[in-house]
């Protein structure tokens, strides 16, 4: 696939090197502004430095109800939470116009940590239970972004997901920009068949069944609606089942065209991936060749065939 021009990604700012932590430091990664800056634009957020809170700074945590947590400062007790709201209402308002297709939040953080952030009772003790207050902010602002945190991205599974999410997003809001017409819409959900059923064979399903009614709507319901289908199967991981089930469709394509030779081979390494002792890249290669070499259209327009560029490498794991 061709990228005209990087993506608006959101980013907790220590994660691109800028020296904004509580202690003066950093948490550069590598992947996130080598790798994966070559197809993002990083649009830097850093709550308690843009809030204006000084770097170096008192370490803050989280306290009380894991739903809806105070940000309090460790040594002295002070309560930030106010002053964080204030802050966070104004930059997501900011935020709205960035145009942002993900966000990337810096893990463990009291102010945008997605999940698991400590939370402190009255007693001293910590659990796991929380988000941080710009981060649960961000979350419930743009239900639809796709948002992940540096820590997990380490996952390659997840890691994929969230990239697959990031372009779908991205491929969405620029048909939206383009041609928001039924018609239009409906070219847009035949080409992403293959990678939905990959990730929700269900909601796929319901997709199919919201694009056929579609005459039977209004023109902005159906955008709201299919938006949010769209992106719902997105956050479901593909596996290696769904994914062999995606393969056996494409493989039928090809069943009275190839030699048996050709067809053993391409069976025997779709087995092969779905005993996942070769990686998802191995097949979709070879099906990539077989519709070049046959002039198989429907499949040559399908992005499961290419949903992220290949220099990332995500289909090379087995």
């Given at each position: 696939?061709?990228?005209?021009?990087?993506?608006?990604v959101g980013?907790s700012?220590c994660?691109?090197?800028?020296?904004?932590?509580y202690?003066?430091?950093?948490k550069?990664?590598?992947?996130?502004?080598?790798?994966?800056g070559?197809?993002?634009?990083?649009?830097?957020?850093?709550?308690e430095?843009?809030a204006?809170?000084?770097?170096?700074?008192?370490?803050?945590?989280?306290v009380?109800?894991?739903?809806s947590?105070?940000?309090?400062?460790?040594?002295?007790?002070?309560?930030?939470?106010?002053?964080?709201?204030?802050?966070?209402?104004?930059?997501?308002?900011?935020?709205a116009?960035?145009?942002?297709?993900?966000?990337?939040?810096?893990?463990?953080s009291?102010?945008?940590?997605?999940?698991?952030?400590k939370?402190?009772?009255?007693?001293?003790?910590?659990?796991?239970?929380?988000?941080?207050l710009?981060?649960r902010?961000?979350?419930?602002?743009?239900?639809?972004?796709?948002v992940?945190?540096?820590?997990?991205l380490h996952?390659?599974?997840?890691?994929?997901?969230?990239i697959v999410?990031?372009?779908?997003?991205?491929?969405w809001?620029?048909q939206v920009a383009?041609?928001?017409?039924?018609?239009?819409?409906?070219?847009?959900?035949?080409?992403?068949k293959?990678?939905?059923?990959?990730?929700?064979?269900?909601i796929?399903?319901?997709?199919?069944?919201?694009?056929a009614?579609v005459?039977?709507?209004?023109?902005g319901?159906?955008?709201r609606?299919?938006?949010?289908?769209?992106?719902?199967?997105?956050?479901?991981?593909?596996t290696?089942?769904?994914?062999?089930?995606?393969?056996?469709?494409?493989?039928?394509?090809?069943?009275?065209?190839?030699?048996?030779g050709?067809?053993k081979?391409?069976?025997?390494i779709i087995e092969?991936?779905r005993?996942?002792?070769?990686?998802?890249?191995?097949?979709v290669t070879?099906?990539r060749?077989?519709v070049?070499k046959?002039?198989?259209?429907y499949l040559?327009d399908?992005?499961?065939?290419?949903?992220?560029?290949?220099?990332?490498?995500?289909?090379?794991?087995?």
């Amino acid at each position: 696939m061709n990228v005209m021009k990087k993506i608006r990604v959101g980013i907790s700012s220590c994660l691109l090197g800028k020296p904004v932590r509580y202690d003066g430091g950093h948490k550069h990664d590598p992947y996130l502004t080598g790798t994966l800056g070559a197809f993002f634009d990083y649009v830097p957020v850093c709550p308690e430095s843009e809030a204006g809170l000084g770097t170096p700074r008192e370490a803050m945590r989280l306290v009380g109800n894991p739903a809806s947590p105070r940000l309090v400062t460790q040594e002295s007790g002070k309560d930030l939470t106010a002053r964080m709201e204030r802050w966070i209402a104004d930059r997501l308002l900011a935020l709205a116009a960035e145009d942002l297709c993900g966000f990337i939040f810096k893990s463990d953080s009291p102010s945008s940590g997605m999940e698991r952030v400590k939370v402190y009772d009255e007693k001293g003790n910590a659990r796991k239970s929380g988000s941080g207050l710009f981060a649960r902010a961000f979350m419930e602002r743009f239900p639809l972004v796709p948002v992940e945190d540096e820590g997990r991205l380490h996952d390659v599974g997840i890691r994929e997901n969230f990239i697959v999410r990031v372009f779908a997003y991205h491929r969405w809001k620029e048909q939206v920009a383009l041609d928001r017409r039924p018609a239009a819409v409906i070219t847009f959900h035949a080409r992403h068949k293959y990678l939905l059923m990959a990730h929700s064979p269900s909601i796929q399903k319901e997709l199919g069944r919201l694009v056929a009614g579609v005459k039977g709507m209004k023109p902005g319901d159906f955008l709201r609606e299919y938006e949010t289908l769209f992106m719902r199967a997105f956050a479901c991981l593909s596996t290696p089942k769904k994914n062999t089930n995606v393969l056996m469709h494409c493989a039928g394509y090809f069943r009275d065209r190839i030699t048996a030779g050709e067809k053993k081979e391409l069976l025997d390494i779709i087995e092969q991936y779905r005993k996942e002792l070769v990686p998802l890249i191995v097949p979709v290669t070879l099906i990539r060749h077989f519709v070049r070499k046959y002039g198989e259209e429907y499949l040559a327009d399908q992005y499961y065939l290419d949903p992220h560029p290949l220099e990332l490498k995500l289909r090379n794991h087995a």
